[in-house]
């Protein structure tokens, strides 16, 4: 088993407020790992730390450490933009760009520069559209705007685009919040699907996706690591009260 | 319930003084429009006699197929007195020349244009439409009042009778003026021409545009994505604020010192006009990008952020597009302003007597505001005419402009 | 010039064009640290900054230059001239030069035409040769910067920040322009009039600094009694009066109507009619008060036996406030608008009628919101030009009788500097000094207005 992503004592504060107490979590390569807990426990910020999205906002401030393949990412030396070309993000709402299908998927290739012929990037395009799994129901309307799409289909596009730059890691944010059933369905099948080749973590609510997507789980709360585990561990015989607690569905 | 009664009337009353205030609001809205509009269209037409005339080969002094350049230079003036004495055999030299002053006085120019258009009728007779003077045009239209006393007017009880005896015989009548759009301004009012003070109007508005667009934008994309909150930014927040609400004619004080005075650039030009203008515009264009730029939804950002594009890239490939239709409507609502502004022009010596149409914007130019204030400082009768038309051509084309604004707001209008 | 600045355009695309294909071609062999258009991007805006910047100075530098160099090469001639002289005759040759000849030139001022056009030609091959040696320079420094480690994409987007952050300062910039210009020609004023007697003087007649033309000296007993702003404070304040008179009653009448009573077809069609009054041009008011209105008032007055002057106060102030209604109307919609709807609520629970309603809790809470935009649409009309320059009188008259002519700060602007300016000369020099006591003037209103709307805001967030 390899480890993809390491974190080390990593404490969030926004302003004054500590938001992430002192949580070390490793990631596998090629699994998937979901984290759950109630409301306002971290997860996302939890999340959003590890591409760097925190960056953005200037009252945030990361202590500890975070590594990629052994790399320190808030090392002077790592660039925020490379970074994010590594490791992909998914959002709890679908945002594409206002723009045809095929531009929301060619943006990233196109800005780190990949390849500037035509055929070259119809194949990513193409390529990554497949294995989204949206190719077939898109592809003859590929300049149709992205946000015509159907929710599913919006949030299967925004994969496509976070895949389009051959991250090495997706993060989820609640992907499927915003879904109906059958899109989380079809979305809960392509994770599966999609850790044959990427490291996936994903934040969820719903403690059935958990369980049903994820090889490992990470319980937080109030801005700590209760717990982590393998999936069939947490969800069976937790080691605290409080995981016993959350997945019982006595609070949160 | 007396009080009850009461009260109930006291709430009509006072709903009575709601809908009077609006509907008083919309009156002057239309006695305005009514006003200018019934006074300002006859300015479209002019009066004009239908005269026929000889092309006397000997009294123009030109060969057979006479050159254009060569009927340019030739004299008019005794092929003129020539046909008017023959015309009016019967009258007096002095009742001729009164009956003269029936027409427009250059009709020799426009006469040499009609042959210079139609030279196969040299030496021949036809009939050409001569323009009529202001005074006969203003009497034709019913714009003034021709039982007033004699010494009251410019038309005397003998010019009078010819104009009836012209009308009787069908000789006068009112065409659309085609030279009003095509000419510059002139001191007779049956020539003036709003083209130069158009082409002026758009100098100004394309040089007011071509600058305040793009640094407000700049500005915009600064405040609203980069600037750190700090006390520059509140001072130029402040000053945006500020710009907004200072008189037009101070910004005109400033063209006047420091560009004309301290920069010495020309005087009375389109350029100037431009750059005062885009000082006044700046803030409205910002303010309208700014709200745009933040209505552009975080997730779009954040959605570019996690692809790795960098912050630039983010606003100029998302954000910046998303907010240009909100940027551009209010783009056009401070152009459509500006484009009506007078008194900054008026400082900057943009109020000339500019015939000449202007053909790049260092040239001494007018605009339409301009040109209709001094037309309007003019107390010849058909200069008014000439000034309610120009009004009507102005608010037709700010009415335009502000329906592409709504069009544009409309169509592009994005809920989030 | 035109040609100059297509030049410097063509060559930084140009440079763009060779700045791309350098880093084309080395990512061939290796990835780049950016993509290749930012290679490009920067050496077309290395060429384009300096460029543009030396254009620039040339093109400010140029006038100042050609008048040292004639001075030099025609020193004999000018050292008997006197300073104005001196100004007609450069005013002269420059027009010759630009070919406007009258046929009646001197030799002297043939020479220096002849001498103009010979600098003038001398001056745009310097400008050439500027713009070429900058650009040559600026691709020989990219060019030696493109490596594939290069991050060229940082650079330009820090030139590219730089660049916006200074297009925000240009608010700065005018406003501190604004300050300057006034305040210059100002103190210029101040020197031949004490700033007392402008500011506390009751009588208004500029004319009397044309007797400073006969003489050279400057009889500054004569001017202490001609700047006096007063008269026109009053003017102005009585035409802002009267527009308020108007405008207020109606507008705000107009806003609580459609804000509270009016149908939502009514509302949606009346808003953008009654706005259609705020973007006529003031112009075309003007033209309506001088022409309609205050023809109808003196007929009004003549048929009620007063006498009524056609340039009085009333007939500007009544436009004026048919201007401004739309301006009232909005701004108090939106204050009234953002009352919480809890608070009407409280009253209706009362049983309280909708008018009871609206002037017992609705206005009281509303007020201090209402009250700015008063206070902004006195500004606006403090400040307005265009209807009082065509519909007011140009003299002055201490009096707040509204039939009487009267004069206004902005009239007194326009009339000072329309025509012949010297600015050497007081009756000039004094539009400044009103321009200035009029930019504080609205200023100090928006301010206090902006406070108090911004107050009352903070109080229903």
């Given at each position: 088993?390899?480890?993809s992503?390491?974190?080390?004592?990593l404490?969030v504060?926004?302003?004054?407020?500590?938001?992430?107490h002192?949580?070390?979590?490793?990631?596998?390569?090629?699994k998937?790992t979901?984290?759950?807990?109630?409301?306002?426990?971290?997860?996302?910020t939890?999340?959003?730390?590890l591409?760097?999205?925190?960056?953005?906002?200037d009252?945030?401030r990361?202590?500890?450490?975070?590594?990629?393949n052994?790399?320190?990412?808030?090392?002077?030396?790592?660039?925020v933009?490379?970074?994010?070309?590594?490791?992909?993000?998914?959002?709890?709402k679908p945002?594409?760009?206002?723009k045809s299908?095929?531009?929301?998927?060619?943006?990233?290739?196109?800005?780190?520069?990949?390849?500037?012929?035509?055929?070259?990037?119809d194949?990513?395009?193409?390529?990554?559209?497949?294995?989204?799994?949206?190719?077939?129901?898109?592809?003859?309307?590929?300049?149709?705007m992205?946000?015509?799409?159907?929710?599913?289909?919006?949030?299967?596009?925004c994969i496509?685009?976070?895949i389009?730059?051959?991250?090495?890691?997706?993060?989820?944010?609640?992907p499927?919040?915003?879904?109906d059933?059958?899109?989380?369905?079809?979305?809960?099948e392509?994770?599966t699907?999609?850790?044959?080749s990427?490291?996936?973590?994903?934040?969820?609510?719903?403690?059935?996706?958990?369980?049903?997507?994820?090889d490992?789980?990470?319980?937080?709360h109030?801005?700590?690591?209760?717990?982590?585990?393998d999936t069939?561990?947490?969800?069976?015989?937790?080691d605290?009260?409080?995981t016993n607690d959350?997945?019982?569905?006595?609070?949160? | 319930?007396t009080?009850?009664?009461?009260?109930k009337?006291?709430?009509?009353r006072?709903?009575?003084?709601?809908?009077?205030?609006?509907?008083?609001s919309l009156?002057?809205?239309?006695?305005?429009?009514?006003?200018?509009?019934?006074s300002?269209?006859?300015?479209f037409?002019?009066?004009?006699?239908?005269?026929?005339i000889?092309?006397d080969?000997?009294?123009l002094?030109l060969?057979?197929?006479?050159?254009e350049?060569?009927?340019?230079?030739?004299?008019?003036?005794?092929?003129?007195?020539?046909?008017?004495?023959?015309?009016f055999?019967?009258?007096?030299?002095d009742?001729i020349?009164?009956?003269?002053?029936?027409f427009?006085?250059?009709?020799?120019?426009?006469?040499?244009n009609?042959l210079?258009n139609?030279?196969?009728?040299?030496n021949k007779?036809t009939?050409?439409?001569?323009?009529?003077?202001?005074?006969?045009?203003?009497i034709?239209?019913?714009?003034?009042?021709?039982?007033?006393?004699e010494?009251?007017?410019?038309?005397n009880?003998?010019?009078?009778?010819i104009?009836?005896k012209?009308?009787?015989?069908?000789?006068?009548?009112?065409?659309?003026?085609?030279t009003?759009f095509t000419s510059?301004d002139?001191?007779?009012?049956?020539?003036?021409?709003?083209?130069?003070s158009?082409?002026?109007?758009?100098?100004?508005?394309?040089?007011?545009?071509?600058?305040?667009?793009?640094?407000a934008?700049?500005?915009?994309i600064?405040?609203?994505?980069?600037a750190?909150?700090?006390?520059?930014?509140?001072?130029?927040?402040?000053?945006?604020?500020?710009?907004?609400?200072?008189?037009?004619?101070?910004f005109?004080?400033?063209?006047?010192?420091?560009?004309l005075?301290?920069?010495g650039?020309?005087?009375?030009?389109?350029?100037?006009?431009?750059?005062?203008?885009?000082?006044?515009?700046?803030?409205?264009?910002?303010v309208?990008?700014?709200?745009?730029?933040?209505?552009?939804?975080?997730?779009?950002?954040?959605?570019?952020?996690?692809l790795?594009?960098?912050?630039?890239?983010?606003?100029?490939?998302?954000?910046l597009?998303?907010?240009?239709p909100?940027?551009?409507?209010?783009?056009?609502?401070g152009?459509a302003?500006?484009?009506?502004?007078?008194?900054?022009?008026?400082?900057?010596?943009?109020?000339?007597?500019?015939?000449?149409?202007?053909?790049?914007?260092?040239?001494?130019?007018?605009?339409?505001?301009?040109?209709?204030?001094?037309?309007?400082?003019?107390?010849?009768?058909?200069?008014?005419?000439?000034?309610s038309?120009?009004?009507?051509?102005?608010?037709?084309f700010?009415?335009?402009?502000?329906?592409?604004?709504?069009?544009?707001?409309?169509?592009y209008?994005?809920?989030? | 010039?035109?040609?100059?600045v297509?030049?410097?355009?063509?060559?930084?695309?140009?440079?763009f064009y060779?700045?791309?294909?350098?880093?084309?071609?080395?990512?061939?062999?290796?990835?780049?640290?950016?993509?290749?258009?930012?290679?490009?991007?920067?050496?077309?805006?290395?060429i384009?900054?300096p460029?543009?910047?030396?254009?620039?100075?040339?093109?400010?530098?140029e006038?100042?230059?050609?008048?040292?160099?004639?001075f030099?090469i025609?020193?004999e001639?000018?050292?008997?001239?006197?300073?104005?002289?001196?100004?007609?005759?450069?005013?002269?040759?420059?027009?010759?030069?630009?070919?406007?000849?009258?046929g009646?030139e001197?030799?002297?001022?043939?020479?220096?035409?002849?001498?103009?056009?010979?600098?003038?030609?001398?001056?745009?091959?310097?400008?050439?040769?500027?713009?070429?040696?900058?650009?040559?320079?600026?691709?020989?420094?990219?060019?030696?910067?493109?490596?594939?480690?290069?991050?060229?994409q940082?650079?330009?987007?820090?030139?590219?920040n730089l660049f916006?952050?200074?297009?925000?300062?240009?608010?700065?910039?005018?406003t501190?322009?604004?300050?300057?210009?006034?305040?210059?020609?100002?103190?210029?004023?101040f020197?031949?009039v004490?700033?007392l007697?402008f500011?506390f003087?009751?009588?208004?007649?500029?004319?009397?600094?044309f007797?400073?033309?006969?003489?050279?000296?400057?009889?500054k007993?004569?001017?202490?009694?001609?700047?006096g702003?007063?008269?026109?404070?009053?003017?102005t304040?009585l035409?802002?009066?009267?527009?308020?008179?108007?405008?207020?009653?109606?507008?705000?009448?107009?806003?609580?109507?459609?804000?509270?009573?009016?149908?939502?077809?009514?509302?949606?069609?009346?808003?953008?009619?009654?706005e259609?009054?705020?973007?006529?041009?003031?112009v075309?008011?003007g033209?309506?008060a001088?022409?309609?209105?205050?023809?109808k008032?003196?007929?009004?007055g003549?048929?009620?036996?007063?006498?009524?002057?056609?340039?009085s106060?009333?007939a500007?102030?009544l436009?004026m406030?048919?201007?401004?209604?739309?301006?009232?109307?909005?701004?108090?919609?939106?204050?009234?608008?953002?009352?919480?709807?809890?608070?009407r609520?409280?009253s209706?629970?009362?049983?309280?009628?909708?008018?009871?309603?609206?002037?017992?809790?609705i206005?009281?809470?509303?007020?201090?919101g209402i009250?700015?935009?008063?206070?902004?649409?006195i500004?606006?009309?403090?400040?307005?030009t265009?209807i009082?320059v065509?519909?007011?009188?140009l003299q002055?008259?201490?009096?707040?009788?509204p039939?009487?002519p009267?004069?206004?700060?902005?009239?007194?602007?326009?009339?000072?500097l329309?025509?012949?300016?010297e600015?050497d000369?007081?009756?000039?020099l004094?539009?400044?000094?009103?321009?200035?006591?009029l930019?504080?003037?609205?200023?100090?209103?928006?301010?206090?207005?902006?406070?108090t709307?911004?107050?009352?805001?903070?109080?229903?967030?």
């Open positions: 088993m390899v480890n992503i390491i974190t080390k004592n404490n504060y926004y302003g004054d407020q500590q938001a992430i002192n949580i070390s979590l490793d990631f596998l390569k090629n998937v979901a984290l759950i807990g109630p409301s306002g426990c971290g997860k996302s939890f999340l959003r730390c591409n760097r999205m925190n960056d953005v906002i009252i945030c990361v202590e500890g450490n975070i590594s990629l052994g790399m320190d990412i808030y090392s002077k030396e790592i660039e933009e490379h970074l994010r070309e590594k490791i992909g993000m998914v959002f709890q945002n594409p760009f206002p299908i095929y531009d929301n998927v060619a943006y990233g290739p196109r800005i780190h520069g990949f390849t500037d012929k035509k055929e070259e990037m194949l990513i395009v193409e390529t990554s559209l497949k294995k989204a799994g949206l190719f077939e129901e898109v592809k003859d309307r590929l300049d149709d992205g946000t015509s799409l159907s929710g599913g289909q919006q949030q299967r596009l496509a685009r976070a389009a730059i051959k991250p090495e890691v997706i993060l989820m944010d609640e499927c919040s915003a879904l059933p059958i899109a989380t369905s079809i979305i809960e392509l994770i699907d999609l850790k044959k990427y490291t996936i973590i994903i934040v969820t609510h719903s403690m059935q996706q958990a369980a049903r997507v994820s490992k789980t990470a319980f937080f109030l801005g700590n690591l209760i717990e982590e585990g069939s561990k947490i969800f069976t015989k937790p605290h009260q409080k959350y997945i019982t569905g006595r609070f949160g | 319930m009080n009850l009664a009461k009260r009337k006291a709430e009509l006072f709903r009575f003084y709601g809908i009077f205030s609006v509907f008083l009156l002057f809205v239309a006695i305005l429009i009514f006003n200018i509009c019934s300002g269209i006859g300015g037409y002019k009066t004009i006699f239908l005269t026929s000889h092309f080969q000997k009294l002094n060969e057979d197929n006479a050159s350049e060569q009927i340019r230079n030739a004299s008019f003036r005794k092929l003129i007195k020539n046909s008017f004495d023959e015309s055999k019967d009258y007096s030299k009742e020349k009164q009956i003269k002053k029936l427009y006085r250059k009709i020799d120019i426009e006469l040499k009609f210079i139609n030279p196969e009728f040299l007779t009939k050409v439409e001569l323009t009529a003077s202001t005074h006969i045009d203003q034709h239209k019913g714009n003034f009042d021709r039982t007033v006393q010494k009251h007017r410019k038309v009880n003998f010019q009078l009778e104009y009836d012209f009308v009787e015989d069908q000789k006068v009548k009112k065409v659309w003026n085609s009003y510059g002139s001191r007779d009012p049956e020539a003036a021409g709003v083209a130069s158009v082409k002026g109007s758009v100098f100004t508005i394309l040089i007011c545009f071509l600058l305040s667009f793009p640094i934008i700049f500005a915009s600064y405040l609203q994505e980069f750190k909150a700090g006390k520059i930014t509140d001072l130029i927040e402040i000053n945006i604020n500020n710009l907004a609400a200072v008189p037009s004619i101070i005109g004080l400033l063209g006047l010192g420091i560009l005075n301290f920069f650039l020309p005087r009375s030009t389109a350029l100037v006009g431009g750059i005062v203008l885009s000082f006044m515009t700046l803030p409205t264009i910002i309208a990008c700014r709200s745009s730029l933040r209505a552009v939804p975080p997730s779009i950002r954040e959605a570019a952020l996690a790795g594009a960098t912050k630039n890239q983010v606003v100029f490939h998302h954000v597009p998303l907010a240009m909100g940027t551009l409507t209010g783009t056009i609502i152009l302003r500006a484009i009506g502004e007078t008194a900054p022009l008026l400082m900057i010596g943009m109020v000339a007597f500019i015939m000449d149409i202007p053909s790049n914007p260092l040239e001494p130019a007018v605009g339409m505001p301009a040109q209709i204030y001094l037309w309007s400082e003019s107390s010849e009768r058909g200069f008014i005419e000439k000034t038309s120009a009004i009507i051509l102005l608010l037709m700010l009415i335009v402009v502000n329906f592409v604004s709504v069009y544009f707001r409309k169509k209008e994005k809920k989030w | 010039m035109f040609y100059s297509l030049t410097l355009f063509v060559l930084s695309f140009i440079g060779l700045g791309k294909r350098k880093s084309i071609k080395l990512s061939q062999n290796i990835k780049l640290a950016s993509l290749p258009s930012y290679y490009g991007y920067l050496a077309m805006l290395y384009l900054i460029t543009l910047i030396a254009w620039f100075v040339l093109l400010v530098g006038n100042f230059v050609l008048e040292k160099y004639l030099l025609l020193k001639f000018l050292i008997s001239m006197s300073g104005s002289e001196v100004q007609l005759f450069f005013i002269k040759i420059k027009n010759l030069s630009e070919g406007a000849s009258f009646n001197s030799d002297l001022e043939l020479l220096g035409a002849q001498k103009i056009i010979q600098f003038k030609n001398l001056f745009l091959l310097l400008t050439y040769l500027v713009i070429f040696l900058v650009t040559a320079i600026a691709l020989y420094l990219v060019n030696k910067k493109i490596s594939p480690t290069f991050k060229s940082r650079d330009v987007e820090k030139i590219v916006i952050q200074l297009c925000s300062y240009i608010a700065i910039l005018i501190v322009g604004i300050f300057l210009s006034l305040v210059f020609e100002t103190i210029n004023f020197g031949y004490n700033p007697d500011l003087g009751i009588n208004w007649n500029p004319n009397k600094a007797v400073i033309d006969s003489s050279d000296v400057i009889d007993d004569i001017l202490k009694d001609a700047f702003i007063i008269p026109l404070m009053t003017g304040l035409v802002a009066f009267l527009a308020m008179l108007v405008s207020i009653p109606l507008g705000l009448m107009s806003a609580i109507y459609l804000a509270e009573y009016a149908p939502k077809r009514i509302r949606d069609i009346s808003k953008p009619v009654i259609i009054l705020a973007g006529i041009p003031t075309v008011y033209f309506f001088a022409l309609v209105v205050a023809p008032i003196a007929d009004l003549e048929y009620i036996g007063l006498d009524v002057s056609s340039e106060a009333l500007a102030g436009t406030g048919v201007m401004i209604i739309p301006f009232v109307s909005s701004l108090s919609d939106d204050v009234i608008g953002a009352v919480p709807q809890s608070l609520d409280g209706y629970a009362l049983g309280a009628t909708k008018s009871e309603t609206i002037i017992k809790v206005l009281p809470s509303a007020l201090p009250i700015g935009s008063f206070l902004l649409a500004s606006r009309a403090i400040g307005e265009m009082v065509m519909a007011a009188s002055a008259n201490l009096t707040i009788n039939l009487e009267t004069t206004t700060i902005t009239t007194q602007i326009v009339t000072a329309t025509g012949d300016t600015f000369n007081p009756k000039t004094v539009a400044f000094a009103l321009g200035l006591t930019f504080f003037a609205t200023l100090l209103l928006n301010y206090f207005a902006l406070r709307v911004k107050k009352y805001r903070e109080q229903y967030d």
